[in-house]
């Protein structure tokens, strides 16, 4: 600056306001832009320019220090932010909230509480509207519910609770935390709302598993507040949880009015909402039209095809993604290795894992439980357990992710030891957990083991049994023979709910393995009650009818459902040949290398012939020998 010398005490020029304010601007584009080097060089010459005239024009240089802490704080220096901010001779309330921010943006939450305690103390700088929003975010990020009641009180007293912006942030808190019902209560007594609080009030519902609720505040909102992205973005997600099609295809037409389905976050929320209910090819649309996706949209369509039994257009997404170049990151993994079932390829899963391992995306948890899925049901079940000994961090997916593995192929007491180890690492198990100990119970037939399982987890763990659980029990008992037992334990439950078609399936299967026509018959007519166009009905009661010789009760049980136009659903094998999965069925004379599959068969099934032939030749003789020695 003209007319200034460094290091004098001369007064000061008229244009130093000026000067401040520029500087204040550039420190701030360098706080915006996470450019700590030159955000550095600008303090250096802040220091030689300012503190000769700080003493006399520090009303106007706060400005620049307030820049300088924002800057610090933005670029993840706390260290710093800390110290320029202790060593301001003045500070207002933007001081303060910029060094609180800061904390916030650095996770570093316990000195941010402390900022706002000596904020309060000096009784200088009182706290704003902005202040209180920072200090919610900070307890939210703290998990202390007890701290966000405390602001509340705060902004009672100061009386910024009328301000918008602290009432939006105070719903946001508390659904943040987990009480619903406190949200509501500072909704409801809110004198002025603006698009943020109507929208803060339809996620908040939505994300804590109140999806009816949510809908309901929407439709109140369009009476009073046009939505906004974020708004339908929200609604979208309480109608995925209540699998609402028809409300989601009214929310599409809105979106589509109102023009905001080219944002992507809508788009994406519009997939999840016909992946949901199980319209794909509404949802590969969506995801077709998007100029452009991100990992969210990606991972979202993936998961999608997954469960809706795509799983071959989820590989054939994840192939073209990785010949695109696109990065792929640990939720993709995650989603596409949710893809595979016993007949997928096993050989794509290795694939898959080594791009886990060539990315370091080993050490992750949701990974590393895909994986282990992976393995599982392509029947390599010791790699899967190879996979769950190296993780360093397990949660309960992980355990209920290999317990299911043991279980399903037959390991019944390695599954039981398995969950004697989840116990003793402190894990909490899940409803998962124990359909597949049933699941174990039921193949080694450790009936009283099972049957403690199901009383252990509605008593001891203060989970309610599904119906999948009890038709585990049914199975259970079944498979021992004890089918009266499980007929009595159907009727006990239907006392407490009615058993659905898959209880009623266990007990026929049962049946027909023990041969029982008269609790067969039983089973199935409630079966078939329940589920008509159910096959295994017919099937397993024309079954035991055949191996009790009724031929012409069969006859009639198949003519029936051959009548009302029933199918069985047909019998599959499979085989992987160099990377390619072949399906074949009974007398299969598709596969395109049918005729010489045939040829080959026969030709092993004469060798297999002269085989026994020469097996018997051989018998007969020894025999021949026997009765000679005699």
């Known amino acids: 600056m003209r007319g200034m010398r460094y290091g004098g005490a001369l007064p000061l020029p008229l244009n130093y306001r000026h000067a401040n304010a520029c500087l204040s601007s550039l420190v701030s584009l360098c706080g915006r832009e996470r450019n700590y080097r030159l955000g550095t060089s600008f303090h250096a010459a802040i220091l030689k320019i300012l503190d000769p005239f700080a003493l006399h024009a520090r009303s106007h240089a706060i400005h620049v220090w307030n820049a300088l802490v924002s800057m610090y704080s933005k670029c993840g220096q706390m260290v710093a932010a800390s110290k320029v901010f202790d060593e301001m001779r003045l500070k207002d309330s933007v001081s303060w909230n910029s060094v609180i921010s800061g904390c916030l943006i650095g996770n570093d939450w316990e000195r941010g509480i402390g900022?706002?305690?000596?904020?309060?103390?000096?009784?200088?700088?009182?706290?704003?509207?902005?202040?209180?929003?920072?200090?919610?975010?900070?307890?939210?990020?703290?998990?202390?519910?007890l701290g966000i009641t405390m602001i509340h009180a705060c902004t009672i007293v100061s009386g910024y609770l009328v301000v918008v912006p602290v009432g939006n942030a105070l719903v946001t808190a508390y659904f943040r935390s987990g009480s619903p019902s406190c949200a509501r209560k500072v909704f409801d007594g809110m004198r002025c709302r603006n698009v943020v609080t109507w929208t803060a009030m339809v996620s908040g519902l939505a994300q804590n598993l109140l999806p009816e609720d949510s809908l309901a505040m929407f439709h109140n909102m369009r009476f009073v507040e046009e939505a906004n992205s974020l708004t339908y973005t929200s609604v979208l997600l309480a109608c995925s949880g209540l699998r609402a099609l028809p409300v989601g295809r009214q929310i599409h037409g809105l979106i589509l009015k109102t023009g905001f389905h080219m944002d992507l976050h809508v788009q994406s929320a519009?997939?999840?909402?016909?992946?949901?209910?199980?319209?794909?090819?509404?949802?590969?649309?969506?995801f077709q039209a998007c100029k452009k996706t991100d990992e969210v949209c990606v991972t979202l369509i993936l998961v999608g095809l997954s469960h809706n039994g795509f799983e071959e257009k989820a590989f054939k997404l994840f192939a073209e993604i990785v010949r695109s170049g696109k990065e792929i990151d640990e939720n993709m993994f995650s989603a596409v290795l949710g893809a595979f079932g016993p007949s997928a390829h096993l050989s794509l899963g290795k694939q898959i894992h080594s791009m886990v391992i060539k990315k370091s995306l080993g050490s992750n948890i949701f990974v590393s439980n895909g994986l282990i899925n992976m393995y599982a049901k392509c029947g390599e079940l010791w790699d899967s357990s190879k996979?769950?000994?190296?993780?360093?961090?397990?949660?309960?997916?992980?355990?209920?992710?290999?317990?299911?593995?043991?279980?399903?192929?037959?390991?019944?007491?390695?599954?039981?030891k398995l969950y004697e180890h989840m116990k003793a690492e402190g894990m909490e198990p899940t409803d998962v957990t124990f359909l597949s100990l049933l699941h174990a119970c039921s193949h080694i037939g450790s009936i009283e083991k099972g049957i403690e399982y199901l009383k252990s987890m509605h008593l001891h763990r203060g989970i309610v049994p599904r119906m999948e659980h009890y038709a585990c029990v049914v199975d259970m008992l079944g498979r021992a023979g004890l089918l009266n037992n499980a007929k009595n334990f159907i009727k006990d439950l239907c006392a407490v709910a009615g058993p659905n078609a898959q209880v009623w399936q266990a007990l026929l299967g049962a049946s027909s393995i023990h041969v029982d026509l008269e609790i067969g018959r039983y089973a199935a007519k409630r079966l078939l009650e329940i589920s008509p166009e159910c096959p295994a009905g017919y099937v397993l009661l024309a079954n035991i009818c055949s191996s009790k010789g009724r031929l012409v009760e069969r006859a009639r049980i198949l003519k029936q459902m051959k009548k009302k136009?029933?199918?069985?659903?047909?019998?599959?094998?499979?085989?992987?040949?160099?990377?390619?999965?072949?399906?074949?069925?009974?007398?299969?004379?598709?596969?395109p290398q049918g005729k010489v599959i045939y040829e080959v068969l026969n030709n092993l099934v004469a060798v297999v012939r002269d085989q026994e032939h020469e097996a018997h030749k051989r018998s007969l003789l020894y025999d021949l020998e026997i009765t000679t020695m005699k």
């Open 115 to 145: 900022y706002f305690k000596r904020m309060h103390q000096s009784g200088i700088s009182l706290p704003d509207h902005a202040t209180y929003s920072t200090v919610l975010s900070v307890y939210v990020e703290m998990e202390l519910f």
């Open 270 to 286: 519009l997939m999840d909402v016909y992946s949901k209910c199980g319209m794909m090819e509404e949802a590969l649309e969506l």
């Open 387 to 416: 996979i769950f000994t190296r993780m360093e961090v397990k949660n309960s997916v992980s355990w209920n992710s290999i317990i299911a593995a043991f279980a399903c192929h037959g390991y019944g007491g390695e599954t039981l």
């Open 565 to 591: 136009g029933v199918k069985k659903d047909t019998g599959a094998s499979w085989i992987e040949v160099e990377k390619e999965v072949h399906v074949f069925v009974v007398e299969d004379r598709v596969h």
